[in-house]
């Protein structure tokens, strides 16, 4: 519509447009439309002084509360007539927030430049997330910065339909005030978990506004699902309470990542049950099962993995508790029999489920089993009923009563049909796009008066007559509950909003006549709540504890005697079924115009800027014999086939993906699109769609990216579609993928060991890669303490006298040094890392074109890799395990990209970090050449300055806009092109806390001394900073706390006390390099008695096959372990 | 100097030569036809003097315009960034640095001629030896333009050479990459002053030849005071041996330390002793196909054969298939010690190298290197000059994948198999090297057109005439 709307606009010449939206009359404009390839969040026409100066005003009146006052633009110093209270130039100030969403409050802390939230950072007040945030969360402060943000208020135009006027917040709060007298008001909300919208919502309730509300991927449908099939009206909400738990069972729910709701806390209460630091952590380390249909990251981190359909967990749950109940012995002899029946098409799978369930109840009151929200109420009914009779209720999971769901869209549809609506407000989201099955263009023209309430114009938008700009988060005062209840958050604003926008409760305060401001109204909730906490604080730590009524009342069994209806039939290869799950760049879509999210790669497919139906091998192995020109699995090379690396997974065709473009349907009107993509890992019979991406009504980034699949989304939003088909259209995509070869070939670079083989011998990695069997790297030293290998060099075997590191005996000696430790064994691979370190790094996005030229920046990357059991040489395996590896840069003590550079433009640092000049870089490349982990970045072109479908018209093409400029990190130097960037350990960070420490040693000397700190000598002591002080970005946003960063010459700091951990190992050790960031080596706890079982995991096990080809005969894979441990 | 043992044998005891009866060894003179001096100093000095052919202005204005297109690619290279060529991660290096091997490997035939040959005293050298020279100076050019520009910030090269600042920053010894910088400026300086002058007795030729103002001054300045005296003589005997002294170890260093921007790197399939020889082995191999590929059409064009005889190509043709045999011999012994080394990451790089994603570039090279110039084994082959020259340019192309395939399979999949990728050039990486091709002509051209093409002198000496005794003692 919008499309239209412009080019209509350009005939007839730009008379209705004023300022802001005049977007839609730029030829830049037009161009995006047509334009291939999105380009970055970077544009806009800049922030107007004139505005700017009036921002500025109202910063500095609403300073005194809590506001950091103004914020400063990039070109021109404008000095402060009145300095702000509480800033300091130069230094950043921390807020408390939070990110309002409709799975729970995320608590925030937001690093503030001058006024610009530039960082956000999870609120460690908040005890179940502990400092970690969700990938969506680090990303959002650059949507603040999205210069394709709603900027003002848009009126339809009544002269033309199609052209738009930019009208006055003044005006738009005229027409509500005008509307809502005229009454028959109706609202359609997205879901939100705010306790203040709650409020309001309620007295619009009680005025007599129809309020509804929709979400696609709804979070809190299973506990309705459950309330429903147990009896109670309101919702029954899951918190699954995973640090207590032994043994999990998961059935098709990605409860760690991006489809289910509470997944920080529960990576970070999961994962410590993972952590193994000696024989004794292995020995209560949890064990993970994991059914799904899709690859999750769940799956990934998962002990036990079984691929099934999804359509099949109704069966698979039913045999599950028949096991179970036999086993607890509740239930009598006829319902277990019932629910063998039920159960009785998964018989093949009979020894997976009965092992399992004994392990399970082996284990019972530590034992949890966690459905996927999108399984049907039964599932959720029976999972119940297990974890009831393993008598986990209250301990490792806790059923939260919730309120009564809102009315729903369908409810709304029934209001307009009866001629009830005359104004319908969509409050935020985009229900137009992602209600697809809804005709709405019959129900718009019931209705008189539509308007938008929306951070950017949207599909929504295209129905509308009237659209409101909304506010981001970071500009607006509200406060909601997580998702667990527990805790209720406020959001305060960062700064005044930058553009005439309205929040929503701005807006519902105007329907409900109030005069009162939204901050005096969130203030006034958090008073009638609380006494004793003031609001003050309330707002300093981010979070109020609140208690939350759980459910724990015992159903009888029989009540699972009421699901009578025909299990489905499984899916089969010609009859498939669709899971429809959120896409990880955009989830429901919200994110499509995201630069970052676009271009962080999914964890699994590592597939950018797109989306893809994935399939599984066998279902690419029969479309490729139906259909032979699909190209969908490439030619076995001759080094696939004599096993000398894997085939790939995909056809690669001069590196760049090259993807078949099929039709799904179910029914004429309900087809969908897409390319295909082969995924290790997925059943059998599941095609795996994603939604959110393939918008049409989207900014610059998200225009033109993936394929939209809400079309096969029903009226009963069901995620899972069964009896579809699938018909190649003849064409082809490309996909940019940046990882194109999934295995390790048998390298030691993710070193992994099953628990026992860990508890039998701790230093297993040790025994694993090149340099367990060449000449002992540090000679006589080998087993000398952390401290003296980090500081000195080894002359070993080498003739060439390396230079020399021993700081103590240097001019400058380094008071640290630093060193990180990952441990693999944490990581599940969410990504978070990627965008967190994008953030604080001011790492530009490239846009697909580049990714697909390789030429990405992220300066860490999690590869992931798949092993197997043994494959017959050019097949691609089925059944998979997965291995994730944050890479950036090592620090290596040895560095040898350092050697190599002819302009000493990357050099060693007196504290061991390896140093990037980008002053004095020119550009050869020869250290990224160099470099064995190939983490160095080279700016191709002039990613910060020109946009990203300008890049290759040189000084010609047109330069990105300014307003994204203001996110940046001012204490990050923003790169030109022609010059090699990388990780720099979070320098910055260092830097800032070395200040800090130094001058509070300094403060302290005054205090004692009566002298100036800067008279006085300060001890080493005095100023060395204490352990756990800095935190990268990586490592901060890190749920489970994999990354560890701190003083390598401080034995009690925890990264050294990691790194004197056996399980502690570098990658590519036998190189030399010395990396001051080593990885402690992934250990799995299977279970002996699953069918799936093996004694090494897969990718030790094709380790031991490649290193020692002779040391067996085939089908001998058990030994290798041992064979591992006599090197 | 072997008939001459004959000869001696032959008086010492006529008898036992009888009974031996050996083969008639024929010594072909190295100027065929019975040429006078003057026949020479008309042929070589008519090249320059005569009217410019038309075929001349037609290659010229071809010349320039291909060179255009290097021209054109490095303007927009520079303005917009490295990013308009191949280049990415993990293949940071992609045609820039195949190119500049390749060119700085066609550099070497020339001073091998011109050095090594004349301190061993191989009297052919001396028609082929002047154009071999000029080829070697006009290939470092087009060599030294690909590490210049590939450089992200080109405007910022000059920080490769040492030179005192303020800040007192300099350049990193330990990088093979600032080695390249002195040791291709050496050999460019050396081979420059080289053949300028070997040129200066035949520039005073065409000097006091010469009927125009302009060639009299022309001449005259670089001739420099040139008088054909005995002591002038002396003087240029002397210089150009130790000239010739000084550049035979260039002919083996600079393609030693360019095979160190690999053999110094970490990466699999680079990090092998094997380099030094192998690349030099490889450079005059390349640099001999060169040599053959331009000599062979001059020939024919300027009717040289009397100058640049059947033997002269034998020769060149031997040296080719000696070379080419050593290059071939190295291609065996880095599989052999790959598999030998027992390092899994080496053994890889090579299996990867003759089967992987650029298997059709690692078999393009054997063809070329290895397998084409054992033909030379046959002399029918040798004495088939078309043939020779298409093996020749068979011999440039195979070189040329030589690089690729050293420089990209090792990059594209080295290490970590997560970070594997594809290279392939852009047009403009394409262009750009086409344009080079463009650029050498254009200098070879202005070459042939104004200065001696053989050292007149030099080719004297060689003949009968230069010779009082007549051959005989």
């Known amino acids: 519509m919008i499309k239209q709307v412009t080019e209509e606009t350009l005939e007839n010449g730009k008379r209705y447009w004023k300022s802001l939206d005049d977007l839609a009359c730029k030829p830049s404009f037009k161009n995006w439309v047509e334009r291939e390839f999105p380009e970055g969040a970077s544009m806009l026409e800049g922030v107007q002084r004139r505005g700017f100066m009036k921002l500025m005003a109202a910063s500095f009146g609403l300073a005194g509360l809590g506001m950091t006052g103004c914020r400063r633009p990039e070109h021109t110093i404008l000095p402060y007539g009145k300095s702000p209270e509480e800033l300091i130039p130069g230094v950043p100030n921390y807020y408390a927030t939070s990110m309002p969403s409709a799975q729970g409050h995320t608590p925030l802390i937001v690093e503030s430049h001058e006024g610009r939230p530039t960082k956000i950072e999870g609120n460690p007040s908040y005890i179940p997330n502990g400092g970690g945030t969700s990938i969506y969360a680090q990303a959002s402060v650059l949507d603040l910065y999205d210069p394709d943000r709603s900027k003002s208020s848009l009126k339809r135009s009544n002269e033309n339909e199609d052209s738009w006027d930019v009208i006055s917040s003044d005006q738009v709060k005229e027409d509500l005030v005008n509307l809502m007298k005229e009454g028959k008001v109706a609202i359609l909300a997205e879901k939100s978990s705010s306790t203040a919208r709650k409020a309001l919502s309620e007295l619009l309730i009680e005025k007599g506004v129809i309020w509804t509300e929709h979400e696609a991927i709804d979070l809190t449908s299973p506990e309705y699902k459950l309330g429903n099939a147990i009896g109670t009206d309101s919702g029954l909400r899951l918190i699954p309470n995973l640090g207590k738990a032994s043994r999990v069972l998961s059935l098709d729910c990605d409860f760690l990542g991006n489809r289910e709701p509470f997944s920080l806390a529960n990576t970070r209460a999961l994962m410590k049950g993972r952590k193994v630091l000696s024989a004794k952590d292995a020995k209560k380390m949890n064990r993970l099962y994991s059914v799904e249909s899709d690859l999750t990251i769940t799956g990934g981190v998962a002990d036990h993995r079984l691929r099934l359909e999804s359509s099949q967990f109704i069966a698979f749950t039913n045999l599950l508790a028949a096991e179970i109940f036999t086993i607890r012995k509740s239930g009598s002899k006829a319902e277990i029999t019932r629910l ?31 459905p996927g929200g999108h399984l049907p109420a039964e599932v959720h009914l029976l999972c119940y009923a297990i974890n009831q009779a393993l008598g986990c209720i209250g301990r490792t999971v806790q059923y939260q009563v919730t309120d009564k769901p809102a009315s729903n869209l369908l409810s709304l549809q029934e209001a307009i049909g009866k001629d009830n609506v005359k104004t319908l407000i969509f409050l935020g989201g985009n229900p137009v796009h992602n209600a697809s099955s809804l005709d709405w263009g019959n129900l718009s023209d019931k209705i008189s008066n539509k308007i938008h309430l929306g951070d950017s114009v949207n599909e929504t938008t295209s129905i509308c007559d009237y659209h409101i700009g909304q506010s981001h988060y970071l500009e607006s005062w509200d406060e909601g509950e997580t998702w667990d209840g527990t805790g209720i958050v406020p959001v305060q604003p960062l700064l005044a909003p930058l553009f005439e926008t309205m929040a929503d409760l701005e807006l519902l305060q105007l329907l409900l006549g109030s005069s009162q401001n939204t901050h005096d109204f969130v203030k006034s909730l958090q008073e009638k709540r609380s006494s004793t906490d003031s609001y003050e604080d309330f707002l300093r730590l981010g979070v109020e504890k609140q208690m939350p009524t759980y459910y724990s009342k015992e159903i009888p069994l029989s009540e699972l005697s009421k699901y009578k209806e025909q299990i489905p039939k499984p899916p089969t290869l010609d009859s498939l079924e669709v899971l429809l799950i959120p896409d990880f760049h955009a989830w429901d879509g919200r994110y499509a115009n995201n630069g970052w999210m676009q271009e962080c790669p999914d964890p699994i497919s590592k597939l950018t800027w797109d989306n893809a139906l994935l399939i599984s091998p066998a279902l690419a192995k029969t479309l490729e014999e139906k259909y032979p020109s699909l190209g969908l699995i490439p030619e ?4 696939n086939k004599n096993g000398e690396i894997a085939p790939d997974a995909a056809n690669f065709d001069h590196g760049k993906q090259k993807a078949p473009i099929v039709t799904l349907s179910i029914s004429e009107n309900q087809t969908i699109e897409g390319p295909l993509y082969v995924q290790p890992g997925l059943a059998d019979c599941s095609i795996i769609a994603t939604l959110g991406l393939g918008r049409t009504e989207v900014g610059r980034v998200g225009n033109g990216t993936g394929y939209n699949a809400y079309p096969l989304l029903g009226n009963n ?38 628990a026992e083989e860990y508890i039998s011998d701790e230093a297993f990695a040790s025994h694993m890669g090149a340099e367990s069997h060449s000449p002992k790297i540090w000679g006589k030293d080998q087993e000398a303490d952390l401290k003296f290998k980090a500081q000195t060099t080894p002359r070993g075997n080498s003739s060439y006298e390396h230079p020399d590191h021993n700081y103590e005996k240097s001019e400058t000696p380094g008071l640290h040094q630093w060193g990180m430790a990952i441990d693999l064994n944490q990581c599940t691979g969410c990504s978070a890392c990627v965008v967190a370190c994008q953030s604080e790094n001011n790492i530009p996005i490239v846009g697909k074109d580049q990714v697909l030229r390789g030429r990405e920046m992220h300066w860490i990357r999690l590869d992931r890799y798949f092993s197997s059991t043994a494959r017959d040489g050019a097949e691609l395996p089925s059944d998979v395990q997965v291995s994730f590896q944050g890479v950036a840069c090592m620090h290596c003590e040895t560095a040898p990209c350092e050697t190599v550079c002819p302009v000493n433009a990357t050099v060693h640092d007196e504290e061991g970090l390896n140093a990037m000049a980008y002053n004095r870089c020119v550009g050869t490349r020869y250290c990224a050449n160099n470099c064995p982990y190939k983490v160095r970045r080279f700016n191709f072109f002039d990613w910060n300055k020109r946009q990203t479908d300008e890049l290759y018209k040189g000084p010609l093409g047109k330069k990105n806009d300014p307003l994204p400029d203001m996110g940046k990190n001012p204490d990050v130097t923003v790169r030109m092109r022609g010059v090699m960037e990388k990780c720099t350990y979070c320098v910055q960070r260092i830097q800032e806390s070395k200040i800090q420490v130094k001058v509070k040693a300094q403060r302290n000397a005054l205090l004692s001394t009566g002298k100036d700190g800067a008279d006085i000598e300060l001890s080493n002591e005095d100023i060395k900073v204490p352990d756990g002080t800095i935190k990268t970005a ?32 570098s990658v590519l050790g036998y190189l030399n390099t010395r990396p001051r960031t080593t990885f402690l080596a992934k250990v799995r706890n299977p279970n002996h008695s699953m069918p799936d079982f093996a004694s090494s995991p897969h990718a030790a096990r094709e380790y031991h096959d490649k290193a020692h080809p002779t040391h067996h005969e085939e089908g001998d894979h058990d030994n290798h372990a041992k064979e591992g441990e006599k090197h | 100097m072997s008939s001459k043992v004959t000869d001696q044998a032959d008086v010492i005891s006529p008898e036992l030569m009888k009974k031996v009866n050996p083969a008639k060894w024929e010594e072909v003179p190295l100027v065929l036809n019975k040429r006078n001096f003057h026949w020479v100093t008309e042929k070589i000095c008519g090249i320059v003097e005569q009217k410019t052919p038309t075929w001349w202005w037609w290659c010229f204005i071809t010349a320039m315009g291909i060179a255009s297109f290097t021209g054109l690619g490095l303007v927009y290279l520079v303005s917009t960034g490295v990013g308009v060529w191949g280049n990415s991660n993990p293949v940071n290096w992609g045609w820039a640095i195949v190119n500049f091997v390749f060119w700085i490997g066609i550099g070497h035939a020339g001073t091998l001629i011109s050095a090594i040959l004349c301190l061993l005293k191989q009297k052919w050298r001396t028609s082929i030896n002047r154009a071999s020279e000029a080829m070697t100076v006009f290939a470092v050019m087009c060599a030294g333009i690909f590490p210049l520009f590939h450089v992200g910030r080109v405007w910022f090269a000059w920080w490769l050479f040492p030179l005192p600042n303020a800040n007192a920053i300099w350049p990193q010894f330990r990088s093979p990459l600032e080695w390249d910088v002195f040791a291709v400026s050496t050999y460019f300086t050396v081979s420059i002053l080289f053949w300028y002058m070997g040129m200066i007795p035949d520039l005073a030729v065409l000097r006091d030849r010469a ?61 092998t002793t094997i380099f030094p020889p192998y690349f030099v082995a490889g450079a005059i191999f390349s640099g001999f196909g060169m040599v053959l590929t331009l000599l062979l059409p001059l020939r024919a064009i300027f009717r040289l054969h009397d100058l640049i005889t059947e033997k002269h190509i034998d020769n060149m043709c031997k040296i080719i298939l000696a070379t080419g045999s050593m290059v071939g011999y190295a291609y065996s012994m880095e599989f052999f010690i790959a598999w030998y080394g027992a390092n899994s990451y080496e053994g890889f790089a090579f299996i990867n190298r003759a089967f992987g994603n650029y298997w059709w570039a690692y078999w393009i090279m054997v063809s070329c290197n290895v397998i084409c110039p054992q033909l030379f084994w046959f002399k029918s082959i040798k004495n088939n000059i078309p043939l020779v020259w298409i093996i020749s340019i068979f011999v440039n192309v195979g070189m040329w994948f030589e690089r690729f395939v050293i420089a990209n399979t090792t990059l594209s999949r080295d290490f970590l198999p997560s970070s594997w990728g594809y290279y392939s050039p852009t047009v403009v990486d394409i262009f750009t090297f086409f344009g080079t091709f463009g650029f050498f002509s254009i200098l070879f051209l202005l070459f042939l057109r104004f200065l001696p093409l053989m050292p007149m002198a030099e080719v004297k000496s060689v003949m009968p005439a230069a010779d009082p005794h007549g051959g005989k003692h």
């Open chain 1, 636 to 639: 076995p090379t001759m080094l």
């Open chain 1, 340 to 370: 063998q029946e039920r159960g009785n098409v998964l018989k093949t799978h009979a020894k997976w489920i009965r092992e399992c369930a004994v392990d399970l109840c082996s284990k019972h009151k530590s034992s949890v089993i966690l």
């Open chain 1, 1034 to 1065: 990586c490592q901060q946003v890190c749920p489970s706390d994999s990354i560890s960063f701190g003083d390598l010459s401080d034995p009690e700091s925890e990264v050294s006390k990691l790194k004197n951990n056996p399980r502690d190992y």
């Open chain 2, 211 to 271: 009927k125009e103002t302009w060639r009299k001054y022309f001449y005259g300045v670089l001739a420099m005071g040139w008088r054909n005296a005995n002591n002038h003589w002396r003087n240029f005997e002397m210089a150009y041996l130790l000239l010739a002294g000084l550049s035979t170890p260039l002919v083996l260093s600079v393609h030693t330390i360019v095979s160190f921007d690999f053999a110094v790197a970490n990466l699999p399939g680079w990090h």
């Open chain 1, 717 to 754: 939003f069901d995620r899972i579609v069964s009896n579809v088909s699938i018909e190649p259209t003849g064409e082809f995509e490309t996909l940019a993928n940046v990882q194109e070869h999934w295995s390790m070939e048998g390298r030691a670079i993710v070193r992994e060991g099953n």
